[in-house]
Nanobody, 125 residues
Framework: VQLQASGGGLAQAGDSLRLSCSAL??????????MGWFRQADGKEREFVSA????????YYADAVKGRFTISRDNAKNAVYLQMNNLKSEDTAIYYC?????????????????WGQGTQVTVSS
């Protein structure tokens, strides 16, 4: 089971970046409750950023990114995306995509079983 994240890079404050996460097996994402993004800044713990259910009907965001980031998915491509607008210096981190094996309405609060390798996002002010 492999998740491959891409799309990170260097941006200026106020810029936009789009992260992509691909599951390297056809139909893979169908077996999970949802997919999501986390991030880890230097010296800090990894934190939840956003999640989307397998159907795409439910999305969740950390307060720090609400209104600026948008998560979406394309099941035909086994891919999940994170559109990041109005980037801030505090968004600088390694971003990881993950797949969730949980169940129920609070699935996104735990059971993140599979992780991608991470992609660096650096925002200069």
């Amino acid at each position: 089971v492999q998740l491959q994240a891409s799309g990170g890079g260097l941006a200026q404050a106020g810029d936009s970046l789009r992260l992509s996460c691909s599951a390297l097996r056809s139909g893979f994402t169908r077996s999970f409750a949802g997919m999501g993004w986390f991030r880890q800044a230097d010296g800090k713990e990894r934190e939840f950023v956003s999640a989307i259910s397998w159907t795409g009907s439910s999305t969740y965001y950390a307060d720090a990114v609400k209104g600026r980031f948008t998560i979406s998915r394309d099941n035909a491509k086994n891919a999940v995306y994170l559109q990041m607008n109005n980037l801030k210096s505090e968004d600088t981190a390694i971003y990881y995509c993950a797949a969730n094996t949980g169940a129920g309405s609070s699935w996104y609060r735990g059971d993140w079983a599979y992780w991608g390798q991470g992609t660096q996002v650096t925002v200069s002010s």
